[in-house]
């Protein structure tokens, strides 16, 4: 019995080069054949793969050397036309067509970008194509950027409905101490509540992604909080994905347990929007503690509002701050900050941040 239907796949650059740097052809043809297995068993998978940036540094050498933007800019364009080169050949040895998605942190902070992508991906799927997604390197801006493609998967996990999460990496989960030291294990199960590994945590990052265990453990825990599986598996691991997948094993990896208590998907999309916040709100103690409480449905009325700092459009994302500065969650703000700023303190009009489009860290 297959585990899930709907899935995401994160792949790691480290998964899918060699020690040179250069693309893994032979393991990448592994991951393919698992993946195009999937898919012919009816289950539905949308890929998001690392990999440009090392695909692109083996690949080619500038004469002058250049800023740490300018060699991002120049590896990425060329590796994730080699990337992609290379997975479409693969796809197409099982006749299944892939297509590339390449997206920015910062267009998906507007909830109509962002739908534009699901539907993006939804129409792929709908025709039989595997989106195959990663950051478009070559044109973010270093500030603005993902963290890494693991905080980039949470994100497509969530927004395409997935049941589940499979983040591959070199390494077969998290461990409880040193990977290299004999008494280390793999912690198999990380349950709601559960969920504060930091004490276990290495802080070394991977040597070809940007990303670690830590934002692997912060990404995974959000996820699965938000009701969806998420599994931190060793990619380098022959049959890694079928055996995953497969509930009558017990493969070794890490699983964070979905939480029983799912938010809702447009709950998922300001939750992992954060990063992409253009102004403030800070409430008063009142509002702070309804916020707080949070066991009903509440919304921030002008009312309850102290004051509002940052420009920011209609429908923009707002940081939520309470009466002594502590960041109480996230929302989407349904007035401009000039707007708001005018109806401050107003009663019986409408929310500044409905209760559908706020995020809340203590009750979600
Ligand atoms: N987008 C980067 C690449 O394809 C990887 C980012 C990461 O390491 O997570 O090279």
Same mark, same amino acid.
């Given at each position: 019995?297959?585990?899930?239907?709907?899935?995401?796949?994160?792949?790691?650059?480290?998964?899918?080069?060699?020690?040179?740097?250069?693309?893994?052809?032979?393991?990448?043809?592994?991951?393919?054949?698992?993946?195009?297995?999937?898919?012919?068993?009816?289950?539905?998978?949308?890929?998001?793969?690392?990999?440009?940036?090392?695909?692109?540094?083996?690949?080619?050498?500038?004469?002058?050397?250049?800023?740490?933007?300018?060699?991002?800019?120049?590896?990425?364009?060329?590796?994730?036309?080699?990337?992609?080169?290379?997975?479409?050949?693969?796809?197409?040895?099982?006749?299944?067509?892939?297509?590339?998605?390449?997206?920015?942190?910062?267009?998906?902070?507007?909830?109509?970008?962002?739908?534009?992508?699901?539907?993006?991906?939804?129409?792929?799927?709908?025709?039989?194509?595997?989106?195959?997604?990663?950051?478009?390197?070559?044109?973010?801006?270093?500030?603005?950027?993902?963290?890494?493609?693991?905080?980039?998967?949470?994100?497509?996990?969530?927004?395409?409905?997935?049941?589940?999460?499979?983040?591959?990496?070199?390494?077969?989960?998290?461990?409880?101490?040193?990977?290299?030291?004999?008494?280390?294990?793999?912690?198999?199960?990380?349950?709601?509540?559960?969920?504060?590994?930091?004490?276990? #945590?290495?802080?070394?990052?991977?040597?070809? @992604?940007?990303?670690?265990?830590?934002? *692997?453990?912060?990404?995974? =825990? /959000?996820? %699965?909080?938000?009701?969806?599986?998420?599994?931190?598996?060793?990619?380098?691991?022959?049959?890694?994905?079928?055996?995953?997948?497969?509930?009558?094993?017990?493969?070794?990896?890490?699983?964070?347990?979905?939480?029983?208590?799912?938010?809702?998907?447009?709950?998922?999309?300001?939750?992992?929007?954060?990063?992409?916040?253009?102004?403030?709100?800070?409430?008063?103690?009142?509002?702070?503690?309804?916020?707080?409480?949070?066991?009903?449905?509440?919304?921030?009325?002008?009312?309850?509002?102290?004051?509002?700092?940052?420009?920011?459009?209609?429908?923009? #994302?707002?940081?939520?701050?309470?009466?002594? @500065?502590?960041?109480?969650?996230?929302? *989407?703000?349904?007035?401009? =900050? /000039?707007? %708001?700023?005018?109806?401050?303190?107003?009663?019986?009009?409408?929310?500044?941040?409905?209760?559908?489009?706020?995020?809340?860290?203590?009750?979600?």
């Amino acid at each position: 019995m297959l585990r899930y239907k709907k899935v995401t796949i994160k792949i790691g650059s480290n998964v899918l080069t060699r020690p040179d740097g250069s693309l893994d052809f032979t393991r990448m043809s592994a991951l393919v054949d698992q993946v195009a297995e999937l898919k012919k068993r009816g289950v539905e998978v949308v890929m998001v793969s690392s990999g440009a940036g090392a695909a692109g540094r083996s690949q080619v050498h500038p004469e002058d050397k250049l800023d740490a933007v300018s060699q991002r800019q120049l590896f990425s364009a060329v590796g994730q036309a080699h990337l992609l080169h290379r997975y479409c050949m693969l796809f197409s040895d099982h006749h299944i067509l892939c297509g590339q998605v390449l997206t920015t942190k910062e267009s998906l902070g507007k909830r109509d970008h962002y739908l534009n992508q699901r539907n993006c991906m939804r129409v792929m799927l709908d025709n039989d194509v595997i989106p195959i997604v990663n950051e478009n390197d070559a044109i973010s801006v270093t500030e603005l950027m993902f963290t890494d493609n693991d905080e980039l998967s949470g994100l497509i996990a969530t927004m395409m409905d997935h049941e589940a999460l499979i983040i591959l990496s070199n390494i077969d989960g998290i461990y409880n101490g040193n990977p290299k030291d004999e008494g280390s294990s793999v912690i198999r199960e990380v349950l709601p509540g559960k969920r504060d590994l930091s004490e276990y #945590i290495q802080t070394s990052k991977s040597s070809f @992604g940007r990303g670690g265990m830590q934002t *692997k453990t912060n990404i995974a =825990s /959000k996820v %699965a909080d938000e009701g969806l599986e998420v599994i931190i598996a060793n990619g380098k691991r022959d049959n890694i994905l079928l055996d995953l997948m497969d509930s009558e094993k017990d493969t070794l990896c890490t699983r964070f347990v979905a939480s029983p208590e799912p938010t809702s998907s447009v709950k998922r999309w300001i939750a992992h929007s954060e990063g992409f916040a253009k102004g403030e709100i800070h409430v008063n103690a009142n509002c702070t503690q309804t916020l707080i409480e949070g066991d009903s449905a509440v919304s921030i009325l002008p009312v309850g509002v102290e004051r509002i700092e940052g420009d920011f459009e209609k429908d923009d #994302i707002v940081l939520i701050f309470g009466a002594d @500065g502590t960041q109480l969650g996230v929302g *989407k703000s349904q007035y401009s =900050s /000039k707007e %708001a700023q005018r109806v401050i303190g107003q009663k019986g009009i409408k929310p500044l941040v409905h209760y559908d489009y706020l995020y809340l860290f203590n009750n979600e």
